[in-house]
Each structure stands twice: as C-alpha cells, then as structure tokens.
C-alpha cells in the first residue's frame, strides 16, 4: 500500500509537465526515497539489511521509471501507474525484507 501511494505521489508531482521533465522528475524522487532509506538505515530507524539490498532497490526504483513513463505514454490513469508501480516495488520488497 505505501509503496502504491510513493508511485501515486511521483505520478502527481509528474502530472503536466512534458516527457523528458516527468523523467527527470521521476528520477529526483527515486533518488531522494533511495537516499531516505538508507539515512534511516544509517541511524538505525530500519534494518541494516536495506543497506545490503539498496542497489536492488535502486534497479527496481528504475525499472518502476522505466514502467511508469510508458504507461505515461500510454495515457495511462494515473492510478493504474500507481498501483502497477506500486506492486513492483512492494513484491519484491516483502518478500525479501527479514521480519525483526
């Protein structure tokens, strides 16, 4: 669900603005989530388990922009991209995320 809702957030920051500035903007936001998760990794507010996985979510934060300026394209409802996105990133995320 959160990760459905960061997919609809970047979608609305990207609404209205032409192609090569929605990807730019899509990528600022994955670059400043990524660096998010791993200040919380580094002050200990999450597992230090993210820091070992972050270049894999660092692909899968691209591969969600890769997705999402097609369906952009695509003239795709902005909740579509969200929750296509959104169980992209969460799949992989949950089942590889220890539990502690």
Do not use: K, N
Not at 14 to 34: E, F, K, N, Q, S
Request: proline fraction near 6%; charge should be positive; charged fraction near 5%.
């Amino acid at each position: 669900m959160g990760t459905a809702l960061y997919c609809l957030g970047v979608e609305a920051l990207c609404a209205g603005h032409d192609r090569p500035t929605a990807i730019g903007v899509h990528a600022w936001a994955a670059v400043a989530a990524l660096a998010a998760l791993l200040a919380a990794a580094l002050v200990g507010a999450v597992s230090p388990f993210v820091l070992l996985v972050s270049p894999l979510i660092a692909g899968l934060l691209v591969w969600q922009g890769v997705q999402a300026a097609a369906l952009r394209g695509l003239r795709a409802p902005a909740w579509v991209t969200g929750l296509v996105g959104g169980v992209l990133l969460a799949w992989p995320l949950a089942v590889t995320m220890p539990i502690t």
